[in-house]
């Protein structure tokens, strides 16, 4: 069976994505956020966390199969001061670190679209130092149907003395699902105006209807509800909104950071295919 390792784990979603692709299962996750150790912990009790990605000793860490990384991307987003490789929060370096011990068979990384511009030049030079051949796409959570941009760079990197893995390259709808006989109607209800056919579109590629948004607090003001964005992420109901003990501010965070899986996974699908024919014979 595939084992997957991941790192800087958040909710997993690049891991969903790595197991719709490459089937398995997560061997080991490594997060220091309060939020998604509760998350990952819930839906993988099985794998240890193994903590701060700057301390792990990996040589004492079981090798993977793939490993994933969604690393932070302050360091490179435009919403930050874009540092990039001099701010401390830069865990590249760290990362390489566990790819030179593990040799994992594939690599599946997550930034921010900015990264092309700022730092990516040091991974895309260490990855291929290391051996490894490389692809990189910026895929948008529009492209496969969602209501939002979110544009994000994807790598993905395979070891060039093995075999570049196929995985399952047929997976669910890359684009606005089309209900195959018409017959589908959802529908909440609510008056999304100008929105209404972005938020139909995903409703159908999901199968489930939109969330309410907002709610309205004492003062008048209207803020947004997890279970909305967690629609918004391509989650499945519940799958971080309704997690015990979690804040709703704890909710958010975790799913703004989070990696939409359908997107990660429709990137993997353009980006194995390149590897397969581009490694020597
Ligand atoms: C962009 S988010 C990851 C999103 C995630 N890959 C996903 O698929 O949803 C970055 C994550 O890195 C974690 N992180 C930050 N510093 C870390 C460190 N030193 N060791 C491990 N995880 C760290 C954060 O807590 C956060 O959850």
Known sequence: MTTIGSLCSGLGGLDLAAVDVFGGQLAWWADIDPAAVTVMTAYHPHAPNLG???????????????????YPCQPFSHAGRRRGTEDPRHLWPWIARAVRVLRPRVIVLENVAGHLKRGAGDVFA????????????VVSAGDVGAPHVRRRLFVVAADTARDVPRGRLVGGPPGRAQPSDGDITLGGGLDWGKYTDAVRGWEHALGRVAPVPSFETDRGTH???????????????????????????????????????????????????????????
């Open 223 to 281: 803020l947004l509800t997890a279970p909305f964005v967690e629609w918004l992420m391509g989650l499945a109901p519940g799958y971080v909104a309704d997690m015990p003990g979690l804040s709703r501010a704890q909710k958010l965070r975790l799913l703004g950071n989070g990696v939409v899986p359908q997107q990660a996974a429709l990137a993997l699908r353009l980006l194995l295919p390149q590897l397969a024919s581009a490694q020597p014979a």
């Open 126 to 137: 260490d990855l291929a130092e290391g051996g490894y051949l490389f692809a990189w796409a």
């Open 52 to 70: 701060d990605v700057r301390t792990v000793e990996w040589q004492n860490v079981p090798p993977v199969d793939v490993l994933c990384a969604g």
